[in-house]
């Protein structure tokens, strides 16, 4: 059951701000209730120390916490260790139902007693022995193809799944806005699904560091599995068409992708 503060004790002015400022950031996008809002926070960590006690803090200080407000399968991940960055980063995924669920979302942790007691640790740490070293903050609004996350059903270990996360960046928000139409009219995310890549979600990006982008996540039961779904991707004639189209020439201009393992607690 949710537990939102009463209406009356938020912030009119910090609301509107927001609203304001996730319209703002990407041209053509309806902030309607019908689609999901992401959050991917990512914490850099040097060193294993900072890893155990963020381990601690989101098992059993936040993710406990964002379920009394009711938001529910939070994912928890890390790059594999074939990947550049693995032990340094720690994504956090946290599906919200609206934008005004996330932005009441931090006035409700701290009338938490629970949360503020088990996350003592974090919250008040010293300043010369902080839990990570920066945290970066996405916030993304789901898909019309896919309004909804979704939740795989691997059965095999954590340690052996394998999430992807890309990032498809644009020259211009024109070309952004024209990709994400390849997703949605043009049936890529249809493929994606139809080949069964257990998606997690595909997201406009609303505010982050490298806009215009698009992000989303798929899934696989290992290694091998991942590597078998991109054959079958690069091999499907419904790619190859929509591939060919010219009207989405040119829509991406980097890619950026991770391979992670979902955290023993992740619930994604």
């Known amino acids: 059951m949710k537990t939102h503060l009463p209406k009356s004790t938020r912030s009119f002015a910090v609301k509107f701000t927001l609203l304001l400022l996730v319209s703002g950031l990407t041209s053509g996008i309806c902030l309607s209730q019908e689609r999901n809002i992401y959050q991917i926070k990512i914490y850099t960590i040097e060193n294993e120390e900072q890893e155990q006690r963020l381990d601690l803090f989101l098992k059993d200080a936040y993710i406990p916490a964002l379920h009394r407000t009711g938001i529910n399968n939070i994912g928890v991940f890390k790059p594999i260790e074939e990947e550049e960055m693995a032990g340094k980063l720690i994504y956090v995924l946290i599906p919200f139902e609206d934008i005004e669920q996330f932005e009441s979302l931090q006035a409700e942790l701290n009338h938490d007693k629970k949360f503020l007691n088990k ?6 740490s010293a300043f010369d022995n902080p839990p990570y070293a920066r945290i970066e903050s996405i916030i993304l609004r789901a898909f019309s ?46 493929i994606f699904m139809d080949l069964d890549f257990q998606p997690v979600f595909f997201g406009e990006v609303l505010s982050g560091a490298t806009m215009p982008n698009l992000m989303y996540m798929t899934s696989f039961k290992d290694k091998a599995s ?3 779904h991109w ?24 890619i950026e992708k991770i391979l992670l393992h979902p955290a023993e607690y992740s619930e994604l």
């Open 145 to 190: 193809s896919m309004p909804e996350y979704g939740v795989p059903t691997h059965t095999t270990a954590p340690s052996d799944q394998v999430y992807e996360l890309r990032s498809y960046q644009a020259a211009t928000e024109k070309l952004y806005e024209k990709k994400v139409e390849m997703f949605n009219e043009g049936g890529e995310s249809k």
């Open 119 to 124: 996350g003592d640790d974090y919250i008040n």
């Open 226 to 228: 991942q590597g078998e």
């Open 231 to 254: 054959s079958a991707f690069g091999a499907s004639p419904a790619w190859d068409k929509l591939k060919s189209d010219p009207q989405y020439n040119n829509t991406v201009s980097t």
